[in-house]
């Protein structure tokens, strides 16, 4: 198991946490599921990154599963947000901004989750030396 994976699980998961707590701070009266969310799917991400750490191989793909919908969320929310900005919305510009830099670092983080091509060879797999 590649170990720069699950770290980089846990760091995309204490992000996640960060930006939960950004976004709450932005708008406190409006904004507490960031909190929540931030808070929940960040403890997830950490979790999953721990495990994987821990050479649990299901890790990654709950992992993988879960950022690929997080990613979803964000870029639906950011084109909502980002359209209410263009319409003359600037209390959403704050929310528009911290959602798309969580879904560009799903992105990033789903890069990290792919395997390897050329990875470590086992013998009998079919790859000449």
């Not at 990613?71 to 798309?100: M, Q």
Request: aromatic fraction near 10%.
């Amino acid at each position: 198991m590649d170990t720069r994976t699950g770290i980089h699980m846990i760091g995309y998961g204490l992000f996640l946490f960060a930006m939960g707590i950004a976004g709450y701070l932005s708008n406190p009266e409006k904004a507490a599921t960031a909190l929540m969310s931030g808070g929940a799917f960040g403890s997830l991400s950490v979790v999953c990154g721990w495990l994987m750490l821990r050479g649990l191989r299901w890790a990654r793909w709950a992992a993988s599963g879960m950022t690929a919908l997080l990613f979803l969320v964000f870029a639906w929310r950011a084109s909502v947000s980002w359209t209410a900005v263009a319409s003359g919305a600037s209390e959403k510009l704050a929310a528009a901004s911290i959602i798309t830099l969580m879904g560009i670092a799903s992105v990033a983080m789903l890069v990290s989750l792919l395997p390897r091509a050329g990875g470590p060879r086992r013998p009998g797999d079919g790859r000449n030396p």
